[in-house]
């Protein structure tokens, strides 16, 4: 045995053969459920022959779904007043005077530093879950840093329209950005 050791070819040999052996060690076993709990549940019961729900992604809500009661729930009642008269084509004029359009497009193709406005009233359902539309999007203006939409910044938009727009421009406003729905 020393002697056989004392050959580098062999010694090597015995090396390279531990090696292997020690990384075959820590391959993941394949058959471990390790992806999710839930997966693993399913597999369990597939295999016991029971049946197996699998449920669809849920498909996105949209704002022609929804009663006009869910659209505007939650909103302080004077906004909610003004939002019944509001006038959509005054908010566009709105957007104009007060810059919105500065940092704000229809045109999803467009970069600009604020989200796009194209298709807002069904992106405002889901935005904050349990926040109806027409609230959402009163908070974005009056209180933009209430909730950032991910991949853009916070302090960039305004921070008092909420103090320089009359409630019924800021219902105008809304209500031309819900006109902004259902679109592909
Ligand atoms: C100087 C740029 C700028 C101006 C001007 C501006 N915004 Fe914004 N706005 C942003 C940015 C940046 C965000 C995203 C970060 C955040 O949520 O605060 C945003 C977010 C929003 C959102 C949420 C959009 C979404 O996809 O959820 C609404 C609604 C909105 N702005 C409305 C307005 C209105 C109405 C005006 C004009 C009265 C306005 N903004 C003016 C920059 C701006």
Known sequence: M????????????????????AVASCTPNAN??????????????AEAGSEVV???????????????????????????D???NADPS?????????????CHSLDPAQQMTGPTWHNIGDTAIERVPDMSPALYLYESIVD????????????????????TLSEQEIADLIAYMLEQHGQP
């Open 2 to 21: 020393e002697s056989l050791l004392r050959t580098p070819k062999i010694a090597l040999l015995i090396i390279l053969a531990l090696l292997s052996l």
């Open 32 to 45: 471990a459920e390790i992806i999710s709990p839930d997966l693993g549940e399913k597999l369990a019961a």
């Open 54 to 80: 699998i449920q669809p992604t849920p498909e996105p809500k949209r704002l022609a779904d929804l009663s006009p009661e869910e659209i505007t729930a939650g909103l302080p009642p004077a906004i909610a």
């Open 82 to 84: 003004a939002l019944a």
């Open 90 to 102: 005054h908010g566009a004029e709105l957007a104009l005077q007060y810059g919105c359009v500065g």
């Open 144 to 163: 933009p840093n209430s909730f950032v939409v991910p991949g853009y910044p916070a302090n960039i938009m305004p921070q008092n329209y909420g103090e």
